[in-house]
């Protein structure tokens, strides 16, 4: 299996796209890498509140401890200083929800920025390359075989006119030499058959 072409100019246009699908591929991810990071440090609000409300929620119960141990109205003082610990705890959990939320937001996002380009560049360029390779093995196959030059040359002859025009043309035309069996006529048309795979004969 032969990944690029032998002629120069085809093969300089396949590594051309090669490279290019490569560095859009690669700019994604960094992209990608980057609005994760940045997305992230959104999370640090989230992160000082948790903190906050974990350390007001211990101090508070500490203090209701403490103050529980008070005569005649220890359990009085505690009340309000257990239900101000709860409320220390529900910041603490809002810290966490909202870090939560940032991480599935950022998660998402970069797999959106890796998944949507990556799949653009391999349907533009995939199918190409595969075509090309598939082609290129056809028309290799073909010219191995028996008779192989004569349907590369009929190929030609059916095909585009541009570069028959190169060809000198002998008496009576190219199809009509090509039916006559002429061999010069026909490797010359089965080696524009190659160059137009983007092969040499």
Known sequence: MRLYAQTPARRSRQVIA???AAALIYAAVKLASAVHDAIGRLAGPGREAETAG??????????????SKVPF?????????TSAAEAGTGLAD??????????????????ALIVIPVVLVLLLWLPLRLRWIRRSAVTR?????????????????????????????P????????R??????????????????????
């Open 94 to 111: 809002a810290g966490r929800s909202l870090q939560d939320t940032v991480g599935h937001v950022a998660t998402l996002t970069t797999v």
């Open 141 to 169: 196959r073909l010219a191995a075989e028996p008779g192989g030059a004569d349907l590369l040359a009929l190929r030609v002859l059916t095909g585009s006119e541009r570069e028959l025009a190169a060809l000198p043309t």
């Open 73 to 81: 109205v220890g359990d009085r003082l505690k009340k309000p200083l």
């Open 18 to 20: 090669d490279v290019t």
């Open 54 to 67: 974990n350390t007001l929620s211990d101090g508070l119960v500490d203090a209701g401890d403490a103050a």
């Open 180 to 201: 006559r069996g002429d061999e010069q006529v026909i490797a010359d048309l089965a080696a524009i058959g190659m160059r137009q795979a983007g092969l040499r004969a």
């Open 171 to 178: 008496p009576g035309g190219l199809a009509a030499a090509w």
